[in-house]
T-cell receptor
Framework: GQNIDQPTEMTATEGAIVQINCTYQ??????LFWYQQHAGEAPTFLSYNVLDGLEEKGRFSSFLSRSKGYSYLLLKELQMKDSASYLC??????????WGAGTKLIIKP | GAVVSQHPSWVICKSGTSVKIECRSL??????MFWYRQFPKQSLMLMAT?????????EQGVEKDKFLINHASLTLSTLTVTSAHPEDSSFYIC?????????????FGPGTRLTVL
């Protein structure tokens, strides 16, 4: 079957760095998305990786290793507003999205 | 974990026809279902929120008469794109929420890719 694993919850301190991991097993791969979702709001697009490597976008970076079925989202200089759920989703060979359950990130002062 | 399915996975239709997309929660009852539209590498745009047995709440700018939503049971919501046009071509994603108003856990479906010729 297809599945995506990511931690259920993580806690970090304001100003610090946190890495949210995502491992996947899917039938085919056409890219991996990271979304941020605040409670009561729609998911916001953060990144899309289809090739191996690290992509940096401001305070957020996303890494992909296709051979390992692994990605991570790196958040630097954490701010209180970064408290949210972070969703990992993979586009499989049929261009269907396979979703992780999301990681709830709690930022403490 | 909770599973949400969508049917069909993809559909190609002629301009002017109507297309129905189903969203089902397979192993749980969803009090609320959401319909999103996704453009390439962009955020999911919330179209509407549907609660079982009541009318859907549409987001500003979404035409109610064009995107008909029916939430007939706790496990099924349907989105019908009426008189589809090429600009309606998109990836439509549904999600289902478990629990009460203060439980914000959503489970997302795999999406339906609509292409209107």
């Amino acid at each position: 079957g297809q599945n995506i694993d990511q931690p259920t919850e993580m806690t970090a301190t304001e100003g610090a760095i946190v890495q949210i991991n995502c491992t996947y097993q899917t039938s085919g791969f056409n890219g991996l998305f990271w979304y941020q979702q605040h409670a009561g709001e729609a998911p916001t697009f953060l990144s899309y990786n289809v090739l191996d490597g690290l992509e940096e976008k401001g305070r957020f970076s996303s890494f992909l290793s296709r051979s390992k079925g692994y990605s991570y989202l790196l958040l630097k200089e954490l701010q209180m507003k970064d408290s949210a759920s972070y969703l990992c989703a993979v586009l499989d060979s049929n261009y269907q999205l396979i979703w992780g359950a999301g990681t709830k990130l709690i930022i403490k002062p | 974990g909770a599973v949400v399915s969508q049917h069909p996975s993809w559909v190609i239709c002629k301009s002017g026809t109507s297309v129905k997309i189903e969203c089902r929660s397979l192993d749980f009852q969803a009090t609320t279902m959401f319909w999103y539209r996704q453009f390439p590498k962009q955020s999911l745009m919330l179209m509407a929120t549907s609660n079982e047995g009541s009318k859907a709440t549409y987001e500003q700018g979404v035409e109610k008469d064009k995107f008909l939503i029916n939430h007939a049971s706790l496990t099924l919501s349907t989105l019908t794109v009426t008189s589809a046009h090429p600009e309606d071509s998109s990836f439509y994603i549904c999600s289902a929420r478990i629990g009460s108003w203060d439980t914000d856990t959503q489970y997302f479906g795999p999406g339906t890719r609509l292409t209107v010729l």
